[in-house]
């Protein structure tokens, strides 16, 4: 690996770490030429690529990042740290790799999302809840909210949270 500061190629691992889920290793490296210390990552290379299929059967691919954008937006101004958002979108990630080799529905990744957006922040959920099952009025958007408030306690973190 050449050093980002000297550019030489002569260095030693101090510490590695999984990341990710597993999917990826950090690795702390030292330079033995100019002593620096920088971080590497390391993931397997894509051979293949999730497609998503969509409510009107098109296909894109698999894209986190608009996971996160999803997210974004419905916590938005919500007491929801982005460390949180990325936990939900790598909790949501590891579901679907889990269980689907080529294609995903987006109906089983904003299920997921949801289900885990409610245990962390009602308002966010709601808001998840009302794009992505597109209300139409105001009545659904009521009985959303009415049945989400006769939830015994929502908010309550799940095992899957634990430790957050």
Do not use: W
Request: aromatic residues 10%.
């Amino acid at each position: 690996m050449r050093c980002p500061f000297c550019k030489e190629d002569n260095d030693k691992v101090i510490d590695s770490r999984s990341s990710e889920g597993g999917r990826i290793i950090r690795r702390r490296r030292q330079c033995l030429c100019c002593e620096r210390r920088f971080t590497t990552y390391e993931k397997i290379g894509e051979s293949f690529k999730l497609n998503v299929v969509k409510k009107d059967g098109s296909r894109v691919p698999y894209d986190r990042d608009k996971v996160i954008a999803g997210l974004q937006k419905a916590c938005y101004k919500r007491p929801v740290s982005y460390e949180r958002i990325q936990e939900i979108a790598d909790r949501v990630e590891e579901d679907v790799f889990r269980h689907f080799d080529k294609e995903v529905s987006s109906g089983f990744i904003g299920e997921n999302v949801m289900r885990h957006l409610r245990h962390v922040d009602n308002v966010a959920y709601i808001r998840f809840a009302s794009v992505y099952r597109e209300f139409t009025d105001a009545g659904q958007l009521l009985e959303e909210v009415t049945r989400e408030i006769g939830q015994p306690d929502s908010t309550a973190q799940p095992e899957l949270f634990d430790g957050f």
